[in-house]
């Protein structure tokens, strides 16, 4: 498929020709044009009358299947554009649904993608029955009034039947989460911009094989997986890439997965390091945005910058004091950046990140265990360093391990024997 790509550049918009192109790339389109433009919004095009004329010839020129902008259009600035062009108009987001639908693999990913194309078509829908009235060109997609009417009654009626049957997914991963929780498990949660790494970065913390590749949204589908971290359990899961400007559609659409966010009890944000600072300033800003919009910046929140065999090492360190005053500048609580390359399995950093801010958790407390059957001694400290740190051990009459755990797994700790005091 050939295509024309748009884009309109203003101060209230973030956004990037390289990305939009990438984005064409992903969704298989062959790029014959790019046009650009600085301006604000025109009402009617988007674009302004005289860029709209050059537009125009292109498309003689080029002969184009698709005109697609890297700007939101509204339902009457496509319908304007189609008017003038006559040729197949998409915008951004459009764009992104149609790589969402090509990655989704799971029932649940083909679910949240239909419900999120449904969404975006209802203003379109609507769009037409207005245009029918006014007697200007035939409903949605070639359909009467009539039947334009009944495809928005199914539109609504498919959407309700999607949200009933993702609110059920969502229960049973609920029941899975807390299953999780009382046997001792931390979860950690990846976020970030798409394409930043974190596949590969589960990959080489879990040691498993997801696949990542090199292209955007590789991921849709929510996968966990396990690893210990200095003997502690700890679950970490992956879910869908963010992308600068994800509109509420789609973050409604993919609730019950970007919900996995937050549940967590730490985020991990991935940044691609090997960027141009302002690309990584971009991503950090956009990927924030949705963090706040899911309520999800109330937990401890590390940056991990990825890529860093791809830069010199003063460069990575730079970067990294730059991410950090830029999360003082957002206001944003920022508990360290680890400097990583999940490529190369180079994670010291992280580990040790993730270790100092794991016992800082409101699940952990400071303990003592008292042990007065000496045979019980190994189960006990083994137990405990799965589930807290063990700090000390005085052996006497009675073994005192001191160590914090988390909380939740005390009553456990008590069926092994044992007499669980604060340390005074």
Known sequence: MRAIGVIRYSRRERLSRVEFEELLRSAGYDVVAV???????????????????????????????????????????????????RVEIMDRWQLVLEIFEKRAHSK?????VELASLQYE?????????????????????????????????????MGKIRKELERVKAEREVRRKKREEVGFILVSLAGYTNAGKSTLLNALAGESVEARNQMFTTLDTTTRRFRLGGKRVLITDTVG?????????????????????????????????????????????????????????????????????????????????????????????????KVSAKEGRLDELYSLLEGTLLKLPKYGHFEIVVEDPSKVPAVISFVSSVGEVLSVDYGDVTRVRA?????????????????????
């Open 404 to 424: 914090y755990i988390q909380t939740g797994m005390l009553k456990e700790l008590t069926r092994m024997g044992v007499r669980i005091e604060r340390p005074s």
């Open 108 to 112: 649940e990913a083909k679910l949240q």
């Open 242 to 338: 963010f992308i600068d400007g994800l509109p509420p559609f789609i973050v409604e659409a993919f609730h019950s997965t970007l919900e996995e966010i937050v549940k967590a009890d730490i985020v991990l944000l991935v940044l691609d390091s090997s960027e141009p600072w302002r690309e990584i300033a971009r991503k950090f800003r956009a990927s924030i945005d949705v963090l706040r919009e899911l309520k999800a910046l109330d937990k401890p929140l590390l940056v991990v910058l990825n890529k860093v065999d791809l830069i010199e090492r003063k460069d990575a360190e730079e970067k990294a004091r730059l991410i950090a005053e830029l999360g003082e500048e957002l206001g944003i609580p920022i508990g360290g950046v680890a």
């Open 35 to 85: 046009l650009e433009q600085n301006r604000e919004e025109h009402p009617r095009y988007n674009i302004g009358k005289g860029k709209l004329e050059e537009l125009k010839e292109l498309v003689k020129e080029l002969g184009p299947d698709k005109v697609i902008f890297a700007n939101r259009l509204t339902p009457s600035q496509a319908y304007n554009l189609w008017k003038e062009l």
């Open 122 to 158: 209802i203003p379109l829908v609507k769009e037409a029955i207005r245009r029918i009235k006014l007697g200007d060109r035939a409903g949605f997609k070639g359909m009467g009034e009539y039947q334009t009417h009944q495809y928005l009654k199914h539109i609504r009626y498919r």
